[in-house]
């Protein structure tokens, strides 16, 4: 079967040439690391998809996870995965040394899980959750726990996940009624449902600790009252055997796509009233700690969309230099029937789906790498005020480093499906499975609404709106570099105007949020997310064109000719078809109609 679900020469330019993983290995932290040292690993994960994941990504979408007997039932490579996830440290490599990690650069991690997404994105959740539930057990649980859970997690042998919502409670977290009841042996008796639990129970594991949201008896209402437990599948006894804790599979949603990825309904103490949680950190602080873990969350649900997009790509692209359909048009508008039919690749409208994924596949991988990267500057720098600005400039991007991707990734999806004609609706050929499989990005950690609410609502005021301000100096660093390029200015000035229009938007917007009117202020904050990521995305092509212009007069280059013009040919595609749309959403955005805010009477039949 051909490997064709990326395009590693990209990945890596992007990587290595655009966001410069080089520059974080002077940090103390990355010290003992070097770019040959991380090349083998990337390149051992690709070897690791191309053998294990990519071959197994339609067989699990055919026979999908399914609750049997208060279990769930799971494709036989899930354990595959864990067990090399472990081996390879794909679990805990950007953890410390001394909490079994490997200290490699964030952005690393992040290009070599974007390949196994890429690869087969229903088989690394089961890693990446037991990742970040074991993170947040290093970072804010006890001693105790930490010895006694993190070891196994990080090896492979037991999962973890997260849970946090609730049947009658969904983003609105501060609804939640899971109790914890404090006993006088240290630990909580744990009594409530959470629902949509990725990678709640499987066959292969062990073990599973779930990191629980819930509520101790007598906390305050809302949010201010939630803390964080430990609650394993299975008790640990003192001879280090295992036995029940009261955590009852109830059962596995099936869904649309990622079928393969197993998604739960957990009772806690529902049978013995015998569910035992450990405290992470303090009481009333656990929506503090879930949400100190986030950023990384939101980067990789980012990452795994734009993956996605980027494997439909590829598989669209070859059927198009493959597919023979019609003919070329003659100079006099007529076809030539006595000529033999041309690729599809050939046509101008088939070609325009091509550009407008491969707009969105490399622009969303740049967008993610950059989020990583500014996420390693934070963790690694001494500079205070380099800490500062970065983790406004992260804060800022990263509802569009969710959104982007899921969001635009499913439209470039859609028009791979597209390209197969009748073919891409039908299941011997992937693309319709990729179609189903992005669906539920723009769903994960947040919804798309939620996202544009945080984009608009928090992080442009943010203190005094700095992180836009930053945001917009780095844009403009990009913009004067590329108006050095005669090939370029037209590029750089388009987006110079486009800057200035998200200013006016904002400052029309801002207004109403002064006054408090904040359902008016935020009303369009999905146009408004769309608007922003539409000039950032815009950003990242210029600073890839730029480089690449660049290279094309090195005569010690990387890549060929071609692979640069294609960025270049790709940024002009971009700008022609995909920045005008700010200004339609900039017409909206500026409107004075109020039609989707609910008044006296409903127009809503």
């Known amino acids: 079967m051909p490997k064709k679900y990326i395009d590693l020469d990209t990945l890596k330019y992007i990587l290595y040439d655009i966001h410069n993983l080089e520059d974080l290995l002077t940090a103390e932290r990355f010290q003992d690391h070097d770019i040959q040292s991380l090349d083998m690993f990337i390149n051992s994960v690709k070897e690791l998809s191309d053998r294990e994941l990519y071959p197994y990504l339609q067989e699990m979408d055919a026979h999908p996870a399914y609750h049997k007997d208060e279990s769930v039932i799971v494709h036989k490579q899930v354990q595959t995965m864990m067990q090399q996830g472990g081996e390879m440290g794909l679990i805990s490599g950007t953890f410390n040394y001394e909490n079994g990690g490997l200290q490699i650069p964030f952005l690393a ?5 974007y390949i196994l997404d890429a690869a087969n994105n229903h088989l690394p959740g089961y890693m990446g959750l037991t990742q970040g539930a074991a993170e947040l057990i290093i970072e804010f649980a006890s001693q ?20 946090l919502t609730e049947p009658q409670a969904g983003s609105s977290l501060s609804d939640i009624v899971t109790k914890a009841i404090p006993s006088n042996d240290g630990y909580y008796n744990i009594t409530g449902q959470k629902i949509f639990i990725s990678g709640g129970d499987y066959q292969y594991a062990e073990n599973i600790v779930h990191l629980v949201l819930a509520r101790v008896e007598g906390a305050p209402k809302g949010t201010k009252g939630i803390s964080l437990f430990v609650v394993p599948k299975k008790r640990i006894n003192e001879d280090g055997t295992l036995s029940t804790n009261d955590v009852t ?21 529902d049978k013995n009233n015998d569910c035992k949680g450990w405290l992470v950190g303090e009481e009333n602080k656990g929506l503090k700690y879930m949400f100190l873990m986030m950023n990384a969350a939101r980067i990789g649900v980012g990452r795994g969309a734009a993956a996605i997009a980027m494997a439909a790509y590829r598989t669209s692209l070859q059927y198009a230099n493959e597919r023979p359909q019609g003919r070329k048009l003659t100079s006099s508008g007529k076809k030539n029937v006595d000529e033999k039919q041309t690729l599809i690749i050939e046509h101008p409208d088939v070609r325009r789906m091509l550009l407008l994924q491969k707009s969105i596949v490399e622009g969303s991988m740049s967008l993610v790498f950059l989020a990583a990267k500014y996420y390693d500057i934070i963790q690694s720098t001494t500079d205070e005020k380099e800490k500062e600005k970065y983790n406004l400039l992260l804060e800022m ?12 990734g499913a439209v470039a999806v859609n028009n791979g499906v597209q390209v ?21 990005f723009s769903l994960y950690e947040g919804t798309t609404g939620i996202q544009s609410q945080d984009l608009l609502g928090r992080k442009v005021p943010m203190e005094n709106g700095k992180g836009l301000e930053l945001l917009a100096s780095e844009i403009m660093k990009t913009i004067a570099a590329a108006s050095k390029h005669t090939s370029l200015q037209k590029y750089a000035a388009i987006l110079g105007e486009k800057l200035q229009l998200s200013q006016k938007v904002v400052r029309h917007l801002l207004p109403f949020a002064q006054k408090g009117n904040f359902e008016r202020y935020l009303a369009d904050a999905n146009l408004f997310m769309e608007f922003l990521s539409i000039v950032t995305i815009g950003w990242l092509w210029l600073e890839m064109a730029l480089d690449s212009a660049n290279q094309l007069q090195n005569q010690q280059k990387k890549y060929d000719d071609k692979f640069y013009e294609s960025k270049i040919h790709t940024l002009k595609f971009y700008f022609a078809y995909e920045i ?13 109609e109020e039609t989707t805010i609910k008044k006296t009477t409903e127009y809503i039949y």
């Not at 105790?144 to 849970?163: F, H, Q, S």
């Not at 197993?262 to 103490?269: A, E, K, P």
């Not at 991007?397 to 635009?408: C, G, H, R």
């Not at 005008?580 to 004075?592: C, E, G, Q, V």
């Open 420 to 440: 197969l004609g009748g073919y891409g609706f039908c299941t011997d050929f992937i693309l319709q499975q990729y179609y189903r499989d992005i669906r539920i």
């Open 109 to 113: 991690h992040t290009a070599a899980t």
């Open 580 to 592: 005008p749309k700010t200004t339609s959403l900039a017409i909206s955005l500026l409107n004075d």
């Open 397 to 408: 991007i990263i509802p569009m480093v969710k959104t982007y991707p899921s969001e635009a």
């Open 144 to 163: 105790e726990l930490n010895d006694r859970y993190v070891p196994k997690m990080i090896a492979g042998t037991w999962g973890g996940t997260m849970c």
């Open 249 to 269: 599979t109830v059962a596995d949603f099936q869904k649309m796509g990622q079928r393969g990825y197993c998604t739960t309904h957990l009772g806690f103490g």
